[in-house]
């Protein structure tokens, strides 16, 4: 079992707007970062610590967190945008060990 | 822009040890900014954080799987390896290494390899 939690699955229909949530003890003390993975494809980091993209990501991803829940979201899904998303951070005991989510399937409609 | 490839048998054993590894280049293991990591994924399932290593050797490993694992580096060529001893079907996955980045307590992983699926199967 995973020490943080995601639905399995979330859809949402072209062009609005999807939030994808991760829950978790230590996300009370860390920002947990956002992979995005396509079938077949190594996954890519899309969101990290506060609300960060990397180079290249499109400015429709955007992160926050609140209490124990880290959140993704994107506004305005593209069809490209269909993956699965993992969510990762340090473990709850804090002992700097990784730990993901066990991801969420994001269907574009 | 660094580039990590994982090489190694695609075949093993039960019983047997898996060994990978992973080839840097456009970056050195010798960096003291990074953690070099392991992480698979099952087929069908989600990602499995399995460890990392510093260039000063210090490592640190998934607790569920810390008794059959060893992580090593090698900076005379610039990899560093996984171990993975008495496989079980289990075991199959997609095993990826990547650069871990610390920011906020955190690693993250900017970059990664493409994977490499091992088998385990007589």
């Known amino acids: 079992s995973s020490e943080l939690t995601q639905d399995p699955a979330v859809s949402v229909a072209l062009g609005q707007t999807v939030r994808i949530t991760c829950q978790g003890d230590s996300l009370r003390s860390y920002y947990a970062s956002w992979y995005q993975q396509k079938p077949g494809q190594a996954p890519v980091l899309v969101i990290y610590?506060?609300?960060n993209r990397p180079s290249g990501i499109p400015d429709r991803f955007s992160g926050s967190s609140s209490g124990n829940t880290a959140s993704l979201t994107i506004t305005g899904a593209q069809a490209e945008d269909e993956a699965d998303y993992y969510c990762n951070s340090r473990d709850s005991s804090g002992n700097h060990l990784g730990v993901f989510g066990g991801g969420t399937k994001l269907t574009v409609l | 822009q660094v580039q990590l490839q994982e090489s190694g048998p695609g075949l093993v054993k039960p019983s047997e040890t898996l060994s990978l590894t992973c080839t840097v280049s456009?970056?050195?293991?010798?960096?003291?900014?990074?953690?070099w990591s392991w992480i698979r994924q099952p087929p069908g399932k989600g990602l499995e954080w399995i460890g990392y290593?510093?260039?000063?050797?210090?490592?640190n490993y998934n607790p569920s799987l810390k008794s059959r694992v060893t992580i090593s580096v090698d900076t005379s060529k610039n990899q560093f390896s996984l171990k993975l001893s008495s496989v079980t079907a289990a075991d199959t996955a997609v095993y990826y290494c990547?650069?871990?980045?610390?920011?906020?307590?955190?690693?993250?992983?900017?970059?990664w390899g493409q994977g490499t699926l091992v088998t385990v199967s007589s």
């Open positions: 290593i510093y260039y000063s050797g210090s490592t």
């Open positions: 990547a650069r871990g980045f610390p920011e906020d307590g955190v690693l993250r992983y900017f970059d």
């Open positions: 610590g506060k609300n």
């Open positions: 456009g970056g050195s293991v010798s960096s003291g900014s990074y953690y």
